[in-house]
Structure formats: C-alpha cells, structure tokens
Nanobody, 125 residues
C-alpha cells in the first residue's frame, strides 16, 4: 500500500511558476514509476508527466519545455516544477504510482494503482 499526498498548489498569475510535491509513504517508493495527471472542471483527466524508476522522464506536449518532473527517492517525494504557467493549466493536479515498466503505458491513468487526493492549481490571466 502506498499513500500519496500532494502539496504546492495555489493561485498564481499567468507566467508564474509553481512546484508541486507529492510525498509517498512506504519503503518501496523507488520501485514505482510516478506520474502527474490533471483534471479541469468538465474535462477528462489528462497525463502531464511521468518519471520512471530509472529517472527517465515523459511529458505531455502541452507542458513539454515548461515543466520538469523529478524525484528524490531518499525523501520518497516526486516533484513537478511548472514554469510559464498559462490559464489553461488550471486544474486539480494528482500524483500517481504504477509498477508498469512500459514507457508507452505511462500516459494512461488506468495503469496507475495509487493516487493522491489532488492539489488545485489556478492560473489567472
């Protein structure tokens, strides 16, 4: 069992930056690929970024070049640094954990077993 707790969301202006954090419980954090997803009101949940156990990173086109996912296995924490935020980045952001090893599968939320409760990011124009 892995429990995930996100933090770092907030209300910011367009162009600002935020760093989201996701703290995981348990001693097996390093064995999980970690992902970030987001869901805006009235829209389906969408992939944002993922980082494999080996540190390889994957990004949605919508955030590529503006965001960086990283992990600190010693702290059982995964981060999402988001820069140049846009109003369309407004959403609830969720971190998730999976043991799937196929990089092509990281974009699909159904492959993730554990989920956090989410943190709200609101970007004003």
């Amino acid at each position: 069992q892995v429990q995930l707790v996100e933090s770092g969301g907030g209300l910011v202006q367009a162009g600002d930056s935020l760093r989201l954090s996701c703290a995981a419980s348990g001693r097996t954090f390093s064995r999980y690929t970690m992902g970030w997803f987001r869901q805006a009101p009235g829209k389906e949940r969408e992939f944002v970024a993922a980082i494999s156990t080996g540190g390889r990173t994957y990004y949605a086109d919508s955030v590529k070049g503006r965001s960086t996912i990283s992990r600190n296995n010693a702290k059982n924490t995964v981060y999402l640094q988001m820069n140049s935020l846009k109003p369309e980045d407004t959403a609830s952001y969720y971190c998730a954990a999976t043991t799937v090893v196929d990089g092509t599968a990281f974009r699909f939320d159904y492959n993730y077993v554990y989920w956090g409760q989410g943190t709200q990011v609101t970007v004003s124009s």
